[in-house]
């Protein structure tokens, strides 16, 4: 069943992607369960039905890296997933910490899988970048430069500019006058520091500390009793994200607790504007406004796009926003907004992507959703993973063959027949398998070909001899893996 199929059912239905109808409504496990890969149990996605999907919108595969999904026996599920246009795992990776920011960036000219990996303790998070070939071999980790190789990245940031460098982002303690915002005179707050660092030498091309620009009375965050102390800092600004600006020359960095995105000079990192917060240097204009926000990029078009929480207190309704900034004029506006499907608010995380073909694709952050829109705003679809979050939620187009080999299995559900379950985890071009057997390698037959229909494919045949080779196959039916049968 492809996402064709299901945009082409009734209007708002449900559906779950293990393959039952609406009419049948029949309880499904919240999670996958694989014959061939036991160890692997990610949860599954539901998605509701709003209209039809646009045709090149198919070829591209939906990334996420859930976390905190609790199935009903009280597991816990953190992991990372791609899925194809079936909704059907491609790639799962669990059981190694958490992750966050999943997604295909590009390096040297190479697409590269990429993600933040480590303990998550915000503000002061313990991890690094993790960048994989298309093979998934490692071929490198990315943290802080310069002074502050000894402190790791945090979780917020990772992406990697056209210079071969990646954005990252980190917090230190510092001693700070907090007394403008009821705290102590010699207190302490998180610094939050913007890196561009190379990644080849792990050298920092440029850095700018918050407090050197940001006074802490322009937060938006009240200071809690036991905060504003060495062991307990004020985390005053929360940076959350960092992008190239369209002129090549400037990064924007995004400031949940100031309700403010800047923009730094790339070289000086001299601020050269506010948005937004209390010290906008811009006239926001009717329903501009936003609130703890993340995600700000600058389009092609000259727009800015955030997803605007809005939320944790909430003042508003959470939403993905395109902002007209004229910086002639010193306005900006509302050009789009992409509303929650529902009434849900979203206290942390998220994300906004435009895709090729114009629409947006919005991860709704601590709430388990991803949707997709048209450029003006309308709903195309709505999916969960009904529990837990995910930080940003992405559609890539992924082409990926593993290092390690397929994984295959038997048994024997009747007399005379053996049943193999065939998977090959990250494996993006199999389009089936081939199934061989005989009493020895030179003896080997074909026994049967069948479709792949989904991450684990199962095939009833009777084999030819107590050898049996499984075969993963393209479209073209040529071979791209092998393995044998246990």
Known sequence: MSYRTLFATAAAATLFLSGCTAEEEVPQPERWDFHTRPDLNPPKIDIAVSSQQPEEDNDLETFLAPKGHTADDGESWVGGLILDSDGEPVWIRQGSGQMWDLRVQEYRNEPVLTWWEGMAETPETAGEVVMLDDSYNEIARVGMGGDLAHKTADLHETTITDDGTMLLLSYIKTQSDLSSVGGAKDGWAWEGVVQEVDIASGDPVVEWRSLDDVPVDQTQS??????????????YIHLNSVSVDDD???????????HAIYQLDRKSADVNWVLGGSA?????????AFAWQHDAVRRDDGMITLFDNHAAPRLGDTRGLRLDVDEEAHKASVDTEYPAPDDRSSGSQGNLQELDNGNVFIGWGSEPYFSEFTNDGKLLYDATFTGGSNYRAYRFDWQATPSAPPTATKSEPGEGITRVHMSWNGASDVAGWRILSGDSEEQLEETAVVDRTGFETAADITPAGSRIVVEAVNEDKERIGSTTVN
């Open 280 to 288: 906008s240097d811009f006239e926001m204009g009717e329903g501009a």
């Open 222 to 235: 009240k200071l809690k009793d036991d905060e504003g102390t060495e062991e307990e800092p004020f985390d």
């Open 248 to 258: 090549g020359d400037s990064l924007l960095v995004s400031a949940r607790n100031t």
